[in-house]
């Protein structure tokens, strides 16, 4: 009975099989990490009318309004749930140094100067948010584990996204004023679109990990 509860426990624990396929399959989510990056969503929010409409004037647009946002953050997150911290973190790197040495995959484009930019803060963020999510979802994807670890690495890419562009702004003299369009733009309500749509994408690789070749137990 001791030997069958320990070859269970050691199972349960291995990481996910690396073979050919897996390797195709971390290319792939490289690849989906690119494609998310030149993708735009319009996403609606809802709003008070101004007095200036008037009543009789008013239209059901005008209780609306949009913004466009890349889709990058909740990819990331999907790729984390999926091949766990280990190889996100992988597909991830590479991402990063295809962008930086050899493509322009970056929103604005690629090349080492990207550093400098006010955005490449976010892209750096996208490791350790693969990693706290995969240490919140260890023991299993449960609604309360999936809620945590995607709030803890929507939180991450943010915060240390918004850390980052502070810094470049601080080098550049750019003022507060730059600043705080910049947080507002790139983060404000997508907070909150990164975390509903990385909520529901961790919840569907419950689904779809079981069913993979290489599945065991990535965390």
């Not at 030149?38 to 647009?61: C, H, M, R």
């Not at 889709?71 to 295809?98: C, E, N, W």
């Not at 999936?146 to 702004?169: K, N």
């Amino acid at each position: 009975m001791k030997k069958k509860k320990l070859i269970n426990k050691t199972k349960n624990n291995e990481d996910i099989r690396f073979s050919l396929g897996t390797l195709v399959l971390l290319l792939f989510c490289t690849f989906i990490l690119v494609v998310s990056t030149f993708v735009s969503l319009d996403v609606f929010y809802p709003v008070i009318p101004s007095a200036q409409d008037g009543v009789n004037g008013l239209k059901w647009e005008d209780f609306f309004e949009t913004f466009s946002i890349i889709p990058q953050v909740p990819a990331v997150i999907f790729i984390g749930a999926l091949l766990g911290r280990k190889f996100a973190t992988v597909s991830i790197v590479f991402y990063i140094l295809l962008g930086l040495f050899l493509l322009p995959v970056f929103a604005l484009g690629g090349g080492i100067t990207y550093v400098a930019q006010y955005g490449f803060g976010y892209i750096l963020a996208y490791i350790p948010a693969v990693w706290l999510l995969g240490l919140a979802v260890k023991d299993g994807f449960n609604l309360k584990s999936i809620a945590l670890g995607v709030l803890y690495a929507v939180l991450a890419i943010h915060l240390i996204g918004i850390a980052y562009m502070a810094i470049i702004v601080t080098i550049k003299g750019d003022g507060w004023p730059f600043m705080k369009g910049w947080i507002i733009n790139q983060s404000g309500w997508k907070v909150v679109f990164d975390y509903v749509l990385s909520f529901a994408l961790v919840y569907f690789t419950r689904l779809l990990r079981p069913l993979m070749w290489c599945y065991k137990k990535p965390y």
